[in-house]
């Protein structure tokens, strides 16, 4: 049985006591005053001066209790603000992927703020365009997610003269700073969706603006608070997102070819361990093993350097020969290898020939080099329980068959 979990309280801040004690001492002279000043004004009702002081000490005892209201409404304020602040921090500590972190976002801050409408605007990482959330928390609407367009963060701004001119003429921000871009997404944002009453501050990542969120509600203009609980979202799902980022890149970099942007041996053997493991009976799978020809001589003759275009240039070659299900990689040296998913037999082979004919295609005369071409060995699975180490050491014989019968060539096991 799991013990209940014991929460340690808070010490009491010595300063909390001594407002608290110093309050009921105001209070308590207040009355005592007046109770002394009604007193002596009943002992000679003729007294004007005697009433005065009742109503002095009156006015006094008014204004104390409206300072004490103020000072308790502001103290709540900086509690809720305190406790909003916290609950963002927790949930953007607990994601670790930009979607959760984007999650964590429009569910904290929503509420924090009180939006009518919130807005998370971000630039997708595998496309040049900017995509936004819609959360509203009005009954009615539903979220809905807008593709906008890259130039809100790209376009060219203008010349500084004409910057300040601008900021000078609308009374906002310089649009080449962050908090500009993302009072220019936010003008975007109010367009597409339609939004009132809209602010906005940016999200970065690397020194660089890659979104904005978005507030908008219909009355009303904006506390301060919202303000500076926007500000503070904004900083700490900044600092999210570029750590989510950081991880992404770190794992990308440690499955990817450096030279040649392809998959690395590493990915694939990975892929195809994940792959052997979800495979139903009846998928077929090919392998292609792919050689460039005398890559030795060609080293040799025209310098490491030029070898590493060409490997660049016959990585490109073969993406673009591959069906849009198959996954290339760098193998090793000058050996790539692609995983061909549920071929037959006369479709490995056409693949193969359109990896030939792509590469015997490329133009090298930048790099000096006249033209190179491939071989190719293919072997797809006879049987569904064949395994992919076993097809690719098929094409791998099937590649040696191709380069001992003259190069240039697709050979089929």
Known sequence: MTEPTTRLARPADPSERTIGRSRWALVLVLAGLGLVAVLHALADP????????????????????????????????????????ARILQGLSRSVSPDAIVDAIVTDLGQATE??????????????????????????????????????????????????????????????????????????????????????????????????????????????????ILDVAAVEASA?????????????????????????????DEFVGLLARRRRAGDAAGILMVDIDKFKVLNDTYGHSVGDDVLRAVAGAIVSAVREDDVPARFGGEEFVVLLRNPDPGVAVEVGERIRAAVRGLDLRRFGVPHVSVSVGVAVAAEPEESIEALIETADRALYRAKRTGRDRVVAA
């Open 46 to 85: 003729t007294d004007g001066g005697s009433w005065l002081i009742v109503g002095l000490v009156g006015a006094a005892a008014a204004t104390a209790a409206i300072h004490l209201v103020a000072v308790r409404a502001r103290d709540d304020r900086r509690h809720g603000e305190s406790a909003s602040f």
């Open 115 to 228: 939006a009518d409408h919130l807005v998370v605007v971000r630039r997708r990482r595998e496309a040049r365009v900017l995509e936004a959330r819609l959360v509203s928390s009005l009954p009615g609407i539903p979220d809905s997610t807008t593709l906008m367009p890259i130039a809100d963060l790209e376009d060219p701004w203008p010349t500084a003269d004409d910057t300040d001119l601008a900021a000078s003429r609308t009374g906002g921000p310089p649009t080449n700073t962050a908090d500009g871009i993302a009072e220019r997404i936010a003008r975007r944002v109010r367009t597409v969706y339609g939004l009132t009453g809209a602010i906005a501050a940016p999200l970065t990542a690397d020194d660089r603006v890659v979104g904005a969120i978005v507030l908008s509600r219909r009355l009303g203009p904006w506390p301060a608070a919202t303000r500076r």
């Open 240 to 268: 999210a997102l570029s750590r989510a980022t950081s991880h992404h890149t770190a794992e990308a970099n440690a499955s990817t070819d450096a030279l040649t942007g392809l998959p690395n041996r590493r990915y694939f």
